[in-house]
């Protein structure tokens, strides 16, 4: 285990063999069962083909999957100081691995105190945390029992459906475009980094997004 006064965070052995304390051990295992279960399968309203996320089991296999949790289950610790931790702390973890294999870091942070029936206070405290994250070159998404947000390949699939909600924090990687192109913002931090390597698929769903954006702002 690692972590300071605000995050804890765990390996998979670790949740496995139970060393992980009492208060988070239940909802970590349940969090990492989801994953071993869901994110590493395929599912037929995904919209393409393979797993929900590509880069789960790769992570998973190679010990780069963690589960993370609130120091203070007492409500003393701030969600805004923990994730601000927590993104010191990928920093941190990040370093010591292999650059090829950066990409695979993943840490899934556990918040089963937040709502399970409306998802808005976790949808703003992710909105919030993207910038900073975005223009580190990380990438922040939510998770969470009733998360309407659409799929990126079938708008009526709710991928980001989890049982607990969770954030997950992992590299910011080429093929996230499609995820960046609400804010200008974000998509600039995207193409400072990767513009010289866009592959052709990303370009050309830049440019039908552009060309949409276009013919919204002629018939508006």
Known sequence: MIGDDKVLIWTVAEVENGAVPTEHLPYTREILAWAGRYLVSPHPELGRNGPVCPYTQPSLHKGLFHLAALTATNGETDVRDAIESLRSWYERLSARIPPADRELLTILLVLPHLDHHDSTGLDDLQREAKDKFVNDGLMIGQFHPVCDQPGLWNEKFKALRAPVPLLAVRKLVVFDLP????????AESYLRRFAPDI?????????KRLVGNQKSLQTA
Do not use: N, T, Y
Not at 179 to 186: G, P, R
Not at 199 to 207: G, H
């Open 179 to 186: 995820f960046l192109m609400d804010d200008a913002v974000h």
């Open 199 to 207: 592959p052709p698929r990303i370009r050309d769903q830049l440019v």
